[in-house]
């Protein structure tokens, strides 16, 4: 049986792994930010190849984006939500890139859910699922959160 005082603590580590992450992913840190997904990681992106399977295979993804990310910038994380269990737990919120106003990567709002496992003790990502809000009147992204 889960105790609450077991659930808190599991939800402040998951809390704690979101922020590695991204602390990892500002700085550009691709070994920091493997070090959060587990090995069977299959992660639904917002750009091609759209679904990748595989920790190996997620590397070469965030390799091969980052260098088109500014020098330095931050994310800004709203509306974050943890339902946790002894050894499973499942969050999603909202995030966006701050930092260089006309950068491309700045331009929009992205929603995320995360998948969370602990392993030998650690939490790591074991699915992700990353999508941009749209229109459907126009087929057009949705940049912002307003309506």
């Known amino acids: 049986m889960t105790t ?5 603590h ?5 809390r704690q792994l979101i922020s590695d992450q991204q602390r990892a992913i500002c700085s550009k840190n691709v070994d920091q930010i493997m070090s959060h997904y587990a090995n069977d990681i299959v992660v639904f992106d917002v750009k ?3 679904q990748t399977q595989g920790k190996i295979a997620w590397r070469q993804v965030w390799s091969e984006c980052l260098p088109y990310f500014p020098d330095t910038f931050e994310m800004e994380t709203r ?5 946790v269990s002894e050894d499973l737990a499942v969050a999603h919120w909202l995030f966006r890139f701050t930092g260089e106003e006309n950068h491309p990567a700045m331009q929009t709002w992205m929603r995320v859910t995360a998948v969370c496992q ?5 939490w790591q990502i074991l699915h992700e699922h990353l999508s941009v809000p749209f229109n459907p009147e126009t087929s057009q992204a949705a940049f912002t959160l307003n309506p």
Request: hydrophobic share 25%; proline share 9%; net charge negative.
């Open 4 to 8: 609450n005082t077991t659930i808190t």
């Open 79 to 83: 509306d974050l939500n943890i339902t």
């Open 10 to 14: 599991n939800e402040a580590q998951v």
């Open 118 to 122: 602990k392993n030998q003790g650690e």
């Open 48 to 50: 091609p190849p759209f």
